[in-house]
């Protein structure tokens, strides 16, 4: 439905903006039912300014002060980003942890998906082969392998998903003794685990690396171990890969799916290339999505460090106890001090795609984001790629970055991401299903096979929060069973593993 009256979006009572939400945006003299006018055009998504907001005064929005006036804006103009100064971050030495009071919330019971379950206990929603790198040296081999196993193993395994080369850029010239190489480290090692390839592991490694092997096999009795070096010649390299994937090929083609409990689900939830309708639309019916994997016993990560780093005061009391909300401190603190390394600070996320969505600021951005997060408690704090070890919703600190926040959640073991849009982006990950959602109808409109959900149409009044959100949560479970795929899945469009290294390259 495309609207025809004027329609503008407040999004607490405190707020002296509001978001223009029709399509193509709205034109001075545009004169809404109670009466508000605008004095400027306002492009869709953008804000205009519900009173008179002098110089100096904040400029409200989710009842958050998201930035200062540097000029006198009368009432009813656009608010362009230029007007919009930053204000400083939340400084986090001085946050007290004082836990909120998170009313207790009925368990779904009784809800399942059909899985693949994993030696170790895990589930799997897919059922691939992996096969893993340690260094970036052998990945040009390991893609003629894996094109060979593609055309002549795969079509003989009809049980089995897809292979997938975990290629990446780590392994060698790097420090690998610097503190943070734990990092990147930890990622290869978590994502060789990953629940969806089944607990096997194939590793392709050159022989001379820093990255040992063995490091990344960490005892997985499975593993098995092609050492480029060792070959005689690529032709010799190439058939040692490829056979040593059939074995693992006819194990994987003998496994079934079975019904698992909704609690054996660990889902991501990341946003990319968000606007001013991402907080109002796509992202809170995210969140009723997580509130329901929460009651549903499921464990739920959201992430992207500095877009919650300007509300870390509101995710703060939410932690369920000291000692989590101590840990949320500390990785919003290394973040802080990993960008100040760089001479930037958490302003340096926003994108001009975000700017022209409307959202003037990191704070606005950020206010949007942790909406994603639903109302429960965070149960646990993990720093990047680290495993949880307890279930419902958790807070997994990873760079912002579509590609790096989705390698880092890969490798703390998500099934599957969640991944919200306001701009609109073809992003996928090649082990994990990618339910796309985007903040406006346009988007839908314009990319009609690539977006999963739209959640626009909480804008124009033709859905809820609540319907979208419980439309996401089944999406879920279907796509978990196999039921149905996502776009994403359909193109098998996928963006590469980007391991997150903060430590030197030598
Ligand atoms: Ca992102």
Redesign the pocket.
Known sequence: MTLNKPLKIKMQEADNVAVIANEGGLKAGTVFEDGFTLTTDVPQAHKAALVDIPKGRGIVRYGQIIGYAKKDIPKGSWIDESLVGLPPAVDVHQLVYKQAEIPAREPLKGLTFQGYKNPDGSVGVLNLLGIHTSVQCTAGVLDLAVKKIREELLPKYPHVDGVVALKHAYGCGVAINAPEAKVPIRTIKNLAKHPNLGGELLIVSLGCEKLRPEVVIDGNPRAVEIVLQDKAGMAASVAAIVKAAEPILERLNKRTRVTCPAADLVIGL???GSDAFSGVTSNPAVGYAADLLERAGATVMFS?VT?VRDGVDRLLPRCANAKVGKRLLEEMQWYDNYLTMGGVDRAANTTPGNKKGGLSNIVEKAMGSIIKSGTGTINEVLSPAERPTKKGLIYAATP???FV?GTCQLASGIQMQVFTTGRGTPYGLAMAPVIKVCSRSAVAKHWPDIIDVNAGRIAEGDATIESVGKEIFALILAVASGEKQTWAQKWKIYNDLCVFNPAPIT
Request: contains cysteine; proline residues 0%; charged residues 35%.
């Open positions: 990341q946003c990319g992207e877009e912002a970055s579509d926040c």
